[in-house]
């Protein structure tokens, strides 16, 4: 929700991690099992990507690489600015991921 409120408001996503820090209240800040959240800037794929990695030990590593969750936001204009969001993760079981992200 901050998020899609940033973009009502500049026009754009937070370019970068110090921005997306900058927006960090209660609502948005991480709990006590995310390492770090990392933001992505504009890319082919997506305007934004958010990575939020999990502390060690969090959950089952099922690929012994980096192990995080993101969404990604990508912006379509037409008759208006809509937001269209997108879920995965890497590391982690597909069980474990909200219902609506495909893995």
């Known amino acids: 929700r901050k998020l899609s409120e940033y ?3 500049n026009s754009k996503f937070p370019p970068n991690t110090e921005e ?4 960090k ?3 948005l800040s991480a709990p006590e099992f995310v390492r770090n959240m990392v933001v992505e800037p504009k890319s082919e794929d ?3 990507m958010i990575k939020v990695f999990l502390k060690d030990g969090v ?3 099922q690929t012994g690489g980096e192990q995080f969750i993101y969404v990604a936001a990508d912006t379509h204009t037409g008759s208006g600015y809509a937001v ?3 879920c995965g993760g890497a590391g982690i079981e597909t069980e474990l991921l909200p219902e609506d992200c495909p893995g």
């Not at 997306?20 to 927006?23: H, Q, R």
């Open 7 to 9: 973009y009502m408001v």
């Open 20 to 23: 997306m820090e900058a927006m």
């Open 25 to 27: 209240t209660t609502t």
């Open 46 to 48: 997506h305007e934004v």
């Open 59 to 61: 959950v089952k590593n």
């Open 84 to 86: 269209e969001w997108s």
